[in-house]
Each structure stands twice: as structure tokens, then as C-alpha cells.
């Protein structure tokens, strides 16, 4: 059974920073991506990474300020985001593709999803 476990959401003053951590199980999996949607609005890329190469990929509003990274010994996906801004406030979704693609930015190519957590940024 595949599982994709996230944690590391919070609440945070713009300007700061928070890691986020997904923890995959059951499967492997060809890439894994970040997501969010704010309300009212429709879920978006954020980040993602090849499982085989870690060559990464990064939504231009995110580029700079978020790193996704990866460690198999622990099946684990990170997103570490800095210089966080209200804009950034949304539930953050982690998910897993399981295709060899030219790029993992469309979330309809994700077939296992997280349950979200919510990251809030303050102003």
C-alpha cells in the first residue's frame, strides 16, 4: 500500500522559513513533486525531483527561495523554504509519479497524493 506522509507545516512570519518533509512507503517511484492550493484557487507546482538523478524542477515564483531535495536511504522527500511570503500560504500537497517524463510539473501526471498541510505565512 502507498503511502505518502507529510509534516513540517505551521504558521510563520513572512520572512521566515519552514522545511517541509514527506516520507514515502509501498512503492518506488520515478519522481516526487510539492503542490499547494490556496483557497479559491487551483492547485499549482511547486517543486519536484527525479528520484534517479535528483535533477530538480521549480515553479518560477518559488525559484530561489525553495530547495526540494531528497534522501533514499530514508525514502524521504524535503522542501525547505526560505524568505517565505504571505502569498506563499496555502496547503502544501506531496506527491509521487510513477512514468519516466521530460518534467514532473503537471499535477495530473501524480497518481499518489499526501493528505496536505497547511503552511501560513504572516504579514
Known amino acids: 500500500q502507498v503511502q505518502l506522509v507529510e509534516s513540517g507545516g505551521g504558521l510563520v512570519q513572512a520572512g521566515g522559513s519552514l522545511r517541509l518533509s514527506c516520507k514515502a512507503s509501498?512503492?518506488?517511484?520515478?519522481?516526487m513533486g510539492w503542490f499547494r492550493q490556496a483557497p479559491g484557487k487551483e492547485r499549482e507546482f511547486v517543486a519536484a525531483?527525479?528520484?534517479?538523478?535528483?535533477?530538480?524542477y521549480y515553479a518560477d515564483s518559488v525559484k530561489g527561495r525553495f530547495t526540494i531535495s531528497r534522501d533514499n536511504a530514508k525514502n524521504t522527500v524535503y522542501l525547505q523554504m526560505n524568505s517565505l511570503k504571505p502569498e506563499d500560504t496555502a496547503i502544501y500537497y506531496c506527491?509521487?509519479?510513477?512514468?519516466?517524463?521530460?518534467?514532473?510539473?503537471?499535477?495530473?501526471?501524480?497518481?499518489?497524493w499526501g493528505q496536505g498541510t497547511q503552511v501560513t505565512v504572516s504579514s
Open positions: 506527491a509521487a509519479d510513477t512514468f519516466y517524463r521530460h518534467t514532473y510539473t503537471s499535477r495530473y501526471d501524480y497518481v499518489y
Open positions: 509501498g512503492r518506488t517511484f520515478s519522481a
Open positions: 525531483i527525479k528520484w534517479s538523478d535528483a535533477n530538480t
